[in-house]
């Protein structure tokens, strides 16, 4: 009997290539933890330990926004081979997870600037700002997973379409800001947990609507930075619109605004689940390509 194994069969062999992945995979799932632990505000063991599950809440939706990025690079365009494939992927995972940890930088020095995040999540264990971290983690995972996608450019093009997805993150966190009659971080910082949550589905929603905005199927730069910036013009009109469908038809007995302020967590709960269920048919069903 012949022992001798052939590398290439086995390359072929679809099982062999799923348990590969899958090994690749926990192998990035590591560097990811590693990197949190090296570069984010607290190690999970800790704060496990200590039963502090604000922490941890946005400890899972950096995972989670991971594993994103970890499917849209198995996602991405097929090479000539197995080796090619497993090697693209690779790289794109190990791009993903870095442009992941720099999120958690942009988060805390950029998006939530005007108070101690450290502080809110650690020691006053605050779940509105935990909330805006989870939001914030599953978005930027959606935002660099099709990044990282690989259908344009490689990997410059996919830190390029990261930097202009954060650009227009924080455009959108500033709009909101002073869309609503109170504001955002002051209310997190005493522990509005209402408006966190709130907070958080908008800026899912957001990530989900910039997700389709870069995964656009239109060859070139120049037609893919239309259709971009087209599809960003529903972010603009996602806000009034959601909160009109609020006011006037899903809660019209209530102040959403007013309830959010006085802390109503059912209220933020409400505005989370519209915003992101809107963002979804906005994601499936709208197409702007046509436009050019």
């Known amino acids: 009997m012949n022992f001798n194994l052939n590398l290439s069969l086995i390359g072929n062999n679809p099982v062999v290539q799923s348990i590969i992945y899958l090994a690749a995979s926990c192998i990035m799932l590591f560097l990811s933890k590693f ?24 400890f899972c939706g950096y995972m989670i926004g991971v594993a994103f990025i970890l499917v849209g ?13 497993l090697a693209m992927y690779v790289a794109y995972a190990i791009v993903g997870v870095i442009l992941m940890t720099i999120s958690g930088f942009v988060t805390r020095k950029i998006m939530l ?28 995972g959606l935002i660099i997973a099709a990044c990282v996608n690989g259908e344009f450019g490689g990997i410059l093009s996919s830190v390029f379409y990261y930097v202009l997805s954060i650009c227009f993150m ?26 966190g949550i709130a907070l958080a589905g908008n800026i899912i929603a957001i990530g989900i609507i910039l997700m389709k905005a870069t995964l656009g199927d239109v060859a070139g730069w120049k037609s893919s930075l239309i259709t971009y910036f087209i599809d960003l013009s529903a ?3 996602l806000l009034p619109i959601v909160r009109f469908i609020l006011g006037n038809f899903i809660v019209k007995a209530i102040d959403i605004n007013k309830e959010l302020k006085n802390n109503n967590v059912a209220a933020g709960l409400i505005e989370f689940t519209c915003i992101t269920c809107f963002a979804l048919l906005v994601f499936f069903m709208v197409d702007f390509t046509v436009a050019i």
Request: avoid cysteine; aromatic fraction near 18%; proline fraction near 3%.
């Open 35 to 58: 990197m949190f632990d090296r570069f984010s505000l607290f190690q999970p063991e800790k704060e496990v330990k200590d039963a502090n599950y604000t922490a941890i809440i946005a």
């Open 73 to 85: 690079a198995f996602a991405g365009p097929s090479g000539k081979s197995f080796r090619m494939d």
């Open 113 to 140: 600037n005007r108070f101690d995040n450290a502080k809110e999540l650690l020691q006053d264990k605050n779940i509105g700002t935990a909330a805006v971290y989870f939001g914030f983690y599953i978005a930027h």
């Open 170 to 195: 924080f455009l959108f966190l500033r709009v909101y800001d002073k869309i609503v009659p109170y504001s955002i971080h002051k209310e997190l910082e005493n522990d509005n947990y209402a408006v």
């Open 235 to 237: 972010i603009f009109l």
